[in-house]
C-alpha cells in the first residue's frame, strides 16, 4: 500500500510569540503533526523572501512564516513590515502559477500553543492532497 | 559529393536520421530563432540566424563533471566519486550558419591541445553539422568576410546546403556528412552543370550582399591592439556598457567556463561537480577570493573582450576568435558594436 | 513630435561654461536602426544628439556607473551630469533620489516629453516591415508613426507599433526635470494593468507552465539586472563576489558561505533568480520596460514587475516614481494595510 503522503513545511518562528508558542505546545503535550522544520527568526520581518524562496528551492512542500499579532512586536513595527513584504511573496507566487495553498502565514503569540498546533493541522492538512512541490524544487 | 536535394524533401530526409537526435532552428512562441529538437511539424530551413549559436550543443551551459556521495558508516568514511562522460547521443544539427560552424572548429582547437577535453569530445565526435550557406546576410551587423570567413565556408561542417530555390545544392565536406547523405540515397539527385553554377552564382552574390568591414586585417590588427593595453580609449569606448552577458555567452566562439561544486546535502554529503559557462564582462570572473579584482572596472573588461579574440587568440593559434557573426552588435542593449570599436583602435594615434 | 533643439542648446550651453561634467543622451546607433547611448564632453559634439522613436533606453542607468565612478576616484569630478530623460526615465531618477542613493545636484535633468508617442517595440516594427530595415522612424503630426525604409515610406498608428510598456504608461512627460522640451499632455490610457490582467485570467497550471517554459530559456546572462537603474546593489545575490573575507578567513569558511542561487542555468535556480529580481522591485520599478527590451531571448520579465506594481497600487495605495519624499514601499506600513490573508 502506498504511503500517504508526508508535506514537509519550513516554518520561520519569531522567537518572541511564535516559537514561544510552538514551545508552549510542546511542553503541554499538545498533538499535531510533526511535518514542521521550524527555524527560529529574531523577527517576522527579518524573514528576506530569499529564505522563503530558497525553502521551496530545496524542496519545502510549504513554507510559513508566523509573527506577534499587530501591536505586540517586540521591535514596534517588524510585523507591520512583514505583513506587506509577506503579502507581495505571496502574489508572486500564485502569479508563477504555485498554488496558494503552499504559502501561509500566521499571528501566532507566545500564549496560544493550541492556535500554533491548530495552524499546523490545518496547514498539513491543506497540503496533503497537493502532492509533493516540484514546480521550485531543484532536482525534482 | 555533391548532389541536389529537393526542398519538399527535406522533411523525408531527416525522417531517414532516425539514430539521430535531430535539432535545427525553431520559433519558440517569440520573434527569434533557436535550435529545438525538430518534430515532424517543424519543415524548411527559412531562417535568419539563432539567437543561441550552434556553441550551445557541443559545449552546453552546464555540464555535469561528476558526482560525488560521503557517507559514514561506524565511522568509515567512504567517498563514492561517479564520472559523468556523456552517452552515446549522435546528435545531427541542422541549419547551422557557417560563421557559427567555423566557431566550433575555433572550440575544437581550444579543447584540445595538450589538455583533450573528454566531456566537449565525447559530444563533439558524435555531432554532425549541416550547415545552410547565407544567400543574404541574416542581419545587417554581418561580417564574416572580415575574420577570414565568407557567407558559404566550409569549415567546421559536414555537409553544406546552398538555397537554389525549391531545392538545395548539396556538397558533403565530411566522412560524416558523406554518411548522411548515403543513407537517404533516394532523395538526392545528381546536380548539372546549371545548378552547380548557380550555387556559384548564389555564393558570390550573398558576398556581395555584405558591407560591414572591419579596417585591419588579422595580424595588423593584433599589432596595434597590443600597443593599446594602457589607452584611455577603453575608459570611453566602455561608456555605455552595462555589464551584462550578452556579448559573450551569445557568442559562437566565446567558451570560458566555470567549475563548480553543487552540493546538493551536507550530511550525508552529496552533490555535483559542475562546469558552466562564465563571462569576462561579470565582476566576479576575476574576483580573487582576497577581494582584489585585477579587473575592477568595465573598460578592462571590454578590453579582454577584445584582446582575446583579436590579440592573444590570434597569437596563440593565428586565427581571429571572431567569425563576424554580429550577434554581439544586433543584440547589445546599449549599441555597443565591435566593428567600430575596432576601426578606432586602428584609426588610434594615426 | 518634441523637438530637442532647445535642450541640445542648452546642453552646448552648460558644456560651453564648464557647469556639467557630461551629456548623457542618445545618438545614431550603428546597430542597425536603432539609437545607442552616447556621451557627450565636448559642446562641438552635441550635434550627434537625436530624438526619436527609436530611444527606447532608460540612461539613468549610467548615473549608477557615475556614482561609483566618483567613489573609486581619488578626486572625484563633482560637477552634475546632464541627462536626458523620457516620462518613465524621469520617474527612475525621482526613486533614485527618494533611496538617496544620488542627490538632486548630481543630476541636471533635460527632460523629453513623449507626448503622444512613445518607443517602438523592435519585433512589432519587424512583422510590420516583414525583414526590410527601418531607416528612420518618426513620429507624425497626426500622431502616427512614420516608418522610411530603403524603398519606401509607410505610416502606422502608434498602437500598432509602440512598446507594450508605453501603451500602458502613465507618465508619458517627464515628472522631474531642469528643462523640459514638448507638451505635458495628459494620455488617458484605459488599462493601465491590461497586460498583466489577461495573464492573472489565465488557468493556476496553464499560468505556471507558461512560466516555465519562459524562465527555462534563460541563461543568466543578467542582461534585465544589468541594464536596470535600480539594479544597483555592490553585492547581487547570484554573484559569488559577496563573500566577506579577511585574512583570516579560512578555506572552510568560503566554502561553507551559503549559496542562495547555483550558477547553473536550471528552472529552479532561474525562478529564484527572477523571484528575487522582481521583489527587489517591488515598489522602486518604474516599468521603463527596459528588463524586457535587454532579453535576447524574449522572456517577458517585465510582467513580474508590473504584477507586483499593480499589488503595491491595489493593496497599499502605492504608487512608484512620482515623489521623492515617499517612504519606500517595503519600509513603510498602513496600519490598515491588508491582512486577511493571514491565519
Known amino acids: 500500500m502506498a504511503e500517504e503522503f508526508e508535506p514537509k513545511i519550513v516554518a520561520f518562528l519569531c522567537k518572541w510569540c511564535s516559537s514561544a508558542g510552538s514551545d508552549l505546545a510542546g511542553v503541554s503535550r499538545m498533538e499535531y503533526p510533526p511535518n514542521v522544520v521550524p527555524i527560529q527568526v529574531m523577527c517576522s520581518g527579518s524573514v528576506s523572501p530569499l529564505y522563503i524562496f530558497s525553502a521551496f528551492n530545496k524542496g519545502a512542500d510549504g513554507v510559513l512564516v508566523s509573527g506577534c499579532h499587530p501591536g505586540d512586536c517586540h521591535y514596534i513595527k517588524g510585523n507591520y513590515y512583514a505583513r506587506r513584504r509577506i503579502h507581495l511573496v505571496k502574489k508572486l507566487l500564485e502569479f508563477v502559477g504555485l498554488e496558494p495553498e503552499r504559502f501561509q502565514m500566521s499571528w501566532v503569540s507566545a500564549a496560544e500553543g493550541t492556535k500554533y498546533t491548530q495552524v499546523i493541522k490545518e496547514f498539513v492538512n491543506e497540503l496533503k492532497p497537493l502532492g509533493p512541490q516540484n514546480k521550485l524544487r531543484r532536482n525534482p | ?350 | ?343
Not at chain 2, 539567437?51 to 558526482?67: D, I, N
Not at chain 3, 513630435?1 to 546607433?29: F, N, P, Q, S, T
Open chain 3, 1 to 343: 513630435m518634441a523637438k530637442i533643439e532647445d535642450l541640445k542648446e542648452e546642453a552646448r550651453k552648460l558644456l560651453r561654461e564648464g557647469k556639467i561634467k557630461y551629456v548623457i543622451g542618445y545618438a545614431a546607433g550603428t546597430n542597425g536602426w536603432m539609437a545607442s547611448p552616447i556621451f557627450i564632453k565636448k559642446p562641438e559634439d552635441v550635434e550627434k544628439l537625436v530624438w526619436d522613436p527609436t530611444c527606447v533606453h532608460n540612461l539613468s542607468r549610467f548615473l549608477v556607473d557615475e556614482k561609483r565612478r566618483k567613489e573609486r576616484e581619488k578626486q572625484p569630478d563633482k560637477r552634475p551630469v546632464g541627462i536626458f530623460v523620457k516620462g518613465c526615465d524621469s520617474r527612475a531618477i525621482v526613486v533614485l533620489l527618494q533611496e538617496k542613493f544620488i542627490d538632486r545636484n548630481d543630476v541636471y535633468i533635460l527632460g523629453i516629453s513623449c507626448e503622444k508617442g512613445g518607443v517602438v517595440d523592435e519585433h512589432k516594427l519587424a512583422r510590420k516591415l516583414e525583414g526590410k530595415k527601418p531607416k528612420k522612424i518618426e513620429l507624425g503630426d497626426k500622431g502616427q508613426l512614420v516608418v522610411t525604409t530603403a524603398n519606401r515610406k509607410a505610416e502606422f498608428p502608434v498602437e500598432e507599433l509602440l512598446a507594450e510598456r508605453c501603451l500602458e504608461c502613465r507618465a508619458n512627460f517627464p515628472v522631474i526635470s531642469d528643462i523640459m522640451s514638448g507638451e505635458k499632455i495628459k494620455r488617458t490610457v484605459e488599462k493601465p494593468f491590461g497586460s498583466v490582467e489577461k495573464m492573472e485570467r489565465m488557468p493556476k497550471e496553464e499560468r505556471w507552465r507558461f512560466w516555465k517554459e519562459q524562465l527555462d530559456k534563460c541563461i543568466r546572462c543578467y542582461a534585465c539586472r544589468s541594464v536596470c537603474p535600480m539594479c544597483y546593489c555592490d553585492e547581487c545575490v547570484v554573484d559569488s563576489i559577496n563573500l566577506a573575507v579577511s585574512a583570516d578567513t579560512t578555506a572552510e569558511e568560503k566554502a561553507d558561505k551559503v549559496k542562495w542561487i547555483q550558477r547553473s542555468a536550471e528552472s529552479s535556480e532561474n525562478f529564484v533568480y527572477h523571484f528575487v529580481r522582481a521583489i527587489h522591485l517591488a515598489g522602486r520599478c518604474i516599468d521603463c520596460g527596459e528588463c524586457e527590451r535587454a532579453c535576447p531571448l524574449d522572456i517577458p520579465v517585465r510582467f513580474l514587475n508590473k504584477k507586483l506594481e499593480r499589488e503595491a497600487k491595489e493593496l497599499f495605495g502605492y504608487e512608484v516614481g512620482f515623489d521623492p519624499a515617499q517612504p519606500s514601499l517595503v519600509s513603510s506600513f498602513r496600519d490598515d494595510d491588508p491582512e486577511d490573508f493571514i491565519r
Open chain 2, 1 to 350: 559529393m555533391e548532389k541536389i536535394l529537393e526542398k519538399r524533401s527535406l522533411q523525408s530526409w531527416m525522417k531517414k536520421l532516425d539514430s539521430w537526435t535531430i535539432y535545427a532552428p525553431r520559433k519558440d512562441g517569440s520573434e527569434r530563432w533557436n535550435y529545438g529538437i525538430a518534430q515532424n511539424d517543424s519543415v524548411g530551413l527559412n531562417f535568419t540566424v539563432t539567437t543561441l549559436p550552434a556553441k550551445a550543443l557541443v559545449f552546453p551551459q552546464r555540464e555535469v563533471f561528476l558526482e560525488f556521495l560521503k557517507t559514514v558508516e561506524e565511522s568509515q568514511e567512504t567517498l563514492k566519486v561517479n564520472e559523468v562522460i556523456p552517452g552515446k547521443n549522435p546528435v545531427v544539427i541542422f541549419g547551422v550558419r557557417p560563421c557559427d560552424a567555423r566557431a566550433v572548429s575555433l572550440l575544437d582547437r581550444v579543447f584540445s591541445g595538450d589538455f583533450v577535453d573528454p566531456y566537449y569530445w565525447a559530444r563533439r565526435k558524435q555531432t554532425v553539422l549541416v550547415g545552410l550557406a547565407c544567400d543574404t546576410p541574416p542581419w545587417e551587423n554581418c561580417f564574416c568576410l572580415s575574420t577570414e570567413g565568407s557567407p558559404h565556408s566550409e569549415e567546421g561542417l559536414d555537409v553544406l546546403l546552398t538555397d537554389l530555390g525549391d531545392k538545395y545544392f548539396v556538397k558533403t565536406l565530411t566522412e560524416n556528412g558523406e554518411k548522411l547523405v548515403n543513407l537517404a540515397k533516394g532523395l538526392f539527385k545528381e546536380p548539372r552543370l546549371e545548378d552547380k553554377k548557380k550555387a556559384k552564382a548564389v555564393h558570390a552574390e550573398a558576398e556581395k550582399k555584405i558591407v560591414r568591414r572591419v579596417k585591419r586585417a588579422k595580424k595588423d590588427l593584433a599589432a596595434k591592439l597590443k600597443g593599446l593595453f594602457d589607452s584611455p580609449l577603453w575608459d570611453d569606448e566602455s561608456m555605455s556598457c552595462i555589464r551584462c552577458g550578452i556579448c559573450t555567452y551569445l557568442c559562437p566562439s566565446c567558451h570560458c567556463f566555470d567549475i563548480n561544486d553543487e552540493v546538493d546535502s551536507v550530511s550525508p554529503l552529496r552533490g555535483k561537480r559542475v562546469r558552466t559557462w562564465d563571462n569576462c564582462q561579470f565582476p566576479d570572473f576575476t574576483m580573487h577570493s582576497s577581494g582584489h579584482n585585477p579587473r575592477p572596472d568595465k573598460a578592462s573588461r571590454l578590453r579582454q573582450r577584445l584582446f582575446h579574440k583579436f590579440q592573444y587568440f590570434v597569437e596563440i593559434y593565428d586565427k581571429t576568435m571572431c567569425t563576424g557573426c554580429g550577434r554581439c552588435i544586433s543584440l547589445c542593449p546599449v549599441g555597443i558594436d565591435i566593428i567600430n570599436v575596432l576601426d578606432k583602435v586602428s584609426d588610434h594615434g594615426s
